[in-house]
């Protein structure tokens, strides 16, 4: 095989990054219209009380877990219970925020296709806050669980009758585990490591924090999952091809007088 017919090496993606410009455009509306869509879920009070005690009855039903124990195990410690405040606060949006942004520049294929999975996440869930408002079980007397965050801080929320700023009644479904489920999937899919699996860290502290700080039901984690599936199964990734060599006929070339003559005296 001569230089001109070896194949050339394919970048780990070759994909042409979408123009930047584009892409924060897109993203910053996709989050305003977000951010607006909640708003339209709030004042819905009685109607999200009521389902918790639903949420609460079907948990039992199903005999998942209850929120409390693992309250409990947060509540051995102040640092610990403090930690996972911290955690609930500042790593959801920046932590979303870095894989975006690391997939643009080195898995630009990979990063359309994570964008596009996570806005339809969360578009459907903007659809099911309006339609089914839910109190977390912090605001749930019967839950016997306590505000972790109000109580021992930091704290993101206001009382719900002044904030302005989040839907406190939007907890199913939880984007918080949606969206560390699909950081890890997606890392796990475009990159090669051995230890990409340890990605899958992110979503289990993320799980336990939601639940412990009681932000979140077991139920808006199961939905989260469900619908982060139904997403991967319509949005598949698109590899680009390989290059790869074109079979190649050997080429005839007529036997010289002196090759004939080994050939003759080979097979003596």
């Not at 219970?81 to 630009?108: C, K, Q």
């Not at 977390?136 to 302005?164: E, K």
Request: contains cysteine; proline residues 7%.
């Amino acid at each position: 095989m001569n230089a001109r017919s070896e194949p050339a090496e394919t970048a780990p993606d070759a994909h042409p990054r979408p123009p930047i410009v584009r892409e924060v455009l897109l993203v910053a509306g996709l989050f305003l219209v977000y951010k607006f869509g909640r708003q339209l879920a709030t004042g819905h009070t009685a109607e999200a009380f009521r389902n918790a005690h639903h949420v609460r009855d079907w948990e039992r039903a199903l005999r998942l877990p209850d929120e409390g124990t693992v309250q409990s195990l947060l509540l051995h410690g102040d640092a610990l219970i403090h930690a996972a405040n911290t955690y609930y606060a500042t790593v959801h949006f920046p932590a979303t925020a870095a894989f975006l942004i690391w997939l643009y520049l080195r898995r630009p294929a990979h990063y359309v296709w994570a964008r596009r999975v996570l806005a339809a996440l969360t578009g459907a869930a903007l659809v099911l806050h309006l339609l089914f408002p839910l109190a977390p079980p912090r605001m749930l007397g019967a839950a016997d669980l306590i505000d972790t965050a109000r109580v021992f801080g930091p704290s993101v929320y206001g009382p719900p009758s002044t904030d302005q700023l989040s839907n406190q009644f939007a907890a199913m479904p939880s984007l918080h585990f949606g969206w560390a489920l699909m950081l890890a999937v997606g890392l796990i899919v475009a990159t090669r490591s051995r230890l990409r699996w340890l990605w899958l860290l992110h979503p289990l502290v993320t799980l336990l924090v939601i639940v412990g700080t009681a932000n979140h039901y077991w139920l808006d984690v199961l939905v989260a999952a469900a619908l982060l599936g139904l997403a991967l199964a319509g949005i598949r990734l698109r590899h680009r091809p390989r290059c790869t060599v074109p079979h190649r006929r050997p080429e005839f070339r007529p036997r010289t007088t002196a090759e004939r003559h080994d050939l003759v005296g080979a097979g003596r």
